[in-house]
């Protein structure tokens, strides 16, 4: 018979009893078979795959990437050429325009009563110059009829050209003036979009100084500043890959210019490379300029479309014969289809790509 002191342990220790068995069992200990890490073979598939692709080796350059911004190819400044007040913009940031559409109105009050002015001079000029001309034309006459002297002759013929010169001078000052009353009227030198509005109506427009800024966003590239180092690996003409972040998208790029100089603060060489065009792609977009540079090395290569991730983890489906075995892999980098496998795989091997 138990006495007291026994029954109050017997419970707590068969619980512990019962707790240790339970994580010996879990643990694959006891009860049950444990199934060895390794490969583990596919069940037999009565179809062979679709498709396969053997690994290769080849010799490679890794790919760097360079932080860029999309840049518009033209891009202009809309300024004045005189200095007047700005009555009006007839377009907002983000419009689209044709050439010729009209996009600032200034003052033309002082610009025309300039004008006018030089209207008035030339048509006083222009009847003095007709004057000059019938006093030169009646003075011809005397002469030739001997009633008027050489002396006489040349002065009226002097007036007369003085007179003409007056009235050429005023006719090109109305002219200037005229010029001048077009240039308080800024229109679209080309069909674009309005990259930004600077000024508003009110303002004092000066000669010169940009009123808005306009780009043609048809045609577009990325600006990036690469290593002097692997810029000289680069030529006018190579192409590119370019990832812009924010349309989580890649475009083909090909390189179009490379500024001479280094930047001496920097050590980097301005490299710009065209872009096509696609929906959603505008200047000041951030973007990455990816192109090869460094040392050669050996690199293990499948399509990307072979390997898979499973949670964390990368696997393959190699075919050995007859047989499909999942390998665990580790993958590098990615480009023109293809991924580089650090480990799990060695050349002539054959992956299933589906």
Request: aromatic fraction near 4%.
């Amino acid at each position: 018979m138990t006495n007291p002191l026994q029954k109050k342990w017997l419970f707590p220790a068969g619980a512990l009893f019962a707790l240790l068995i339970l994580i010996v069992w879990m643990l694959g200990l006891i009860g049950g078979d444990k199934t060895e890490p390794g490969i583990t073979p596919l069940p037999v598939q009565s179809t062979a795959p679709k498709e396969t692709a053997r690994v290769e080796r080849q010799a490679i350059r890794e790919a760097q990437s360079w932080p860029g911004t999309v840049r518009a190819v033209s891009e202009t400044r809309i300024a004045p050429k005189i200095n007047a007040r700005i009555l009006s913009v007839a377009v907002h940031e983000g419009d689209r325009v044709k050439q010729g559409d009209v996009l600032v109105r200034l003052d033309a009050e002082q610009n025309q009563a300039i004008e006018r002015e030089a209207a008035s001079l030339a048509a006083a000029a222009q009847a003095e110059a007709a004057r000059a001309e019938a006093d030169l034309q009646r003075t011809r006459g005397l002469f030739e009829q001997e009633a008027a002297t050489r002396e006489d002759y040349d002065h009226a013929t002097a007036n007369a050209r003085k007179a003409r010169a007056n009235a050429q001078a005023a006719a090109h000052s109305v002219q200037e003036a005229r010029v001048q009353r077009g240039e308080t009227v800024l229109r679209a030198p080309f069909d674009g979009v309005i990259a930004k509005r600077l000024h508003e109506p009110g303002d004092m427009g000066l000669a010169g100084e940009p009123i808005m800024i306009l780009h043609d966003a048809s045609a577009l590239r990325i600006e990036a500043s690469v290593p002097a180092s692997c810029a000289t690996q680069i030529k006018i003409g190579d192409a590119a890959s370019v990832r812009i972040d924010a349309l989580n998208t890649a475009l083909s790029a090909k390189i179009v210019e490379i500024v001479p100089a280094a930047d001496p603060a920097t050590g980097t060489v301005l490299i710009k490379a065209s872009l096509p065009q696609n929906q959603g792609l505008q200047p000041g977009l951030f973007g990455w300029l990816d192109q090869t540079c460094g040392i050669e090395h050996d690199a293990l290569l499948i399509p990307a479309a072979a390997l898979r991730r499973i949670g964390q983890v990368e696997v393959v489906t190699v075919q050995d014969g007859a047989k499909l075995n999942t390998r665990h892999v580790r993958s590098g980098f990615s480009r023109d289809g293809r991924v580089e496998i650090l480990s799990g795989l060695d050349a002539g091997e054959t992956v299933v790509i589906r």
